[in-house]
T-cell receptor, first 110, second 111 residues
């Protein structure tokens, strides 16, 4: 079983739509969670950390549900520039290393 | 701003050659990582290092070795390159248990 599982998509949404991604993690001892964004043929870039109480950064909202072991990312008012692959991440047993999901592909269309 | 640099963006090598990929970070991070990324397989951890001269195997260490002689520099070595090592190689660094920051990647082709 993969440590972090995500729906690969693709999610095709019109500009201005709200879209939500979920992912599940298997290690109940994980303490750190993140969302990364990866553009085609580029490196992953940190989008935001995910905190227990939930957190927001502009149009992006991240939530953590420890009881169900899932993490979500909500994007409001989607822009064309939001088109990318979104990677869900939790820390591993070693602590230092991270477990990356395979990513969810988002395409925002005009 | 965190900066992680990798020695080459694109590299073409022949089967059997020894290949060195270098990574340098300027944020005094303790931890450094090497991943490979292949379509459909996601990011896979090859090796990581939590201190100078320290290294730990990741999920797919076979065929690779690493070296960390200085805190800011982490090298990945392919002792004898093979075609199945054609991939995108990504280096990352982090402080403690925090988020990792990636370099731009090296796209390696082994012919």
């Amino acid at each position: 079983r993969k440590e972090v599982e995500q729906d690969p998509g693709p999610f095709n949404v019109p500009e201005g739509a709200t879209v939500a991604f979920n992912c599940t993690y298997s290690n109940s001892a994980s303490q750190s969670f993140f969302w990364y964004r990866q553009d085609c043929r580029k490196e992953p870039k940190l989008l935001m950390s995910v905190y227990s109480s939930g957190n927001e950064d502009g149009r992006f909202t991240a939530q953590l549900n420890r009881a169900s072991q899932y993490i979500s990312l909500l994007i409001r008012d989607s822009k064309l520039s939001d088109s990318a692959t979104y990677l869900c991440v939790s820390n591993s047993n070693s602590g230092y290393a991270l477990n990356f999901g395979k990513g969810t592909s988002l395409l925002v269309t005009p | 701003d965190v900066k992680v640099t990798q020695s080459s963006r694109y590299l073409v090598k022949r089967t059997g050659e020894k290949v060195f990929l270098e990574c340098v970070q300027d944020m005094d991070h303790e931890n450094m990582f090497w991943y490979r990324q292949d379509p459909g397989l996601g990011l896979r951890l090859i090796y990581f290092s939590y201190d100078v001269k320290m290294k730990e195997k990741g999920d797919i260490p076979e065929g690779y070795s690493v070296s960390r002689e200085k805190k800011e520099r982490f090298s990945l070595i392919l002792e004898s390159a093979s075609t199945n090592q054609t991939s995108m190689y990504l280096c990352a660094s982090s402080w403690d248990y925090k988020a990792q920051y990636f370099g731009p990647g090296t796209r390696l082709t082994v012919t």
